[in-house]
């Protein structure tokens, strides 16, 4: 059980700093776009893993620390709920609602996309 907690650690490290580099490099000032980013990317990237994953028996070890340790960190649901929230706050609600619909929706067809792309380079 702690090498599993220290492998998620590691790869949440990983994770969480390239989040922060991410969120670093890309203006936010206006919209939340660093959050946005990550949020979709992330959804691609865990989509294209779970499938391969499934399909080519990648160890546990290695999906608890990408998918679960890096990925996770990467990826944000609760600083995407406060820049909604604060979208709100500020008056800009038809822009918190666009925002929040348009994440999901996006997050949803990344994953799928990856999934797909991961059955795709499975068959090759």
Known sequence: MLQQVMIVAIGGAIGAALRFALGQWID????????FIVNISGSFLLGLLSIYAINSGLSNDLMLFFGTGMLGAFTTMSTFSVETLGLVKEGNQNLALIY?????????????????????????
């Open 28 to 35: 936010s000032a206006e919209f939340p776009w660093s959050t």
């Open 100 to 124: 929040a619909c348009i994440t999901f929706i996006l997050c949803l067809i990344g994953a799928f996309i990856g999934w797909e792309l991961g059955q795709i380079m499975e068959k090759s």
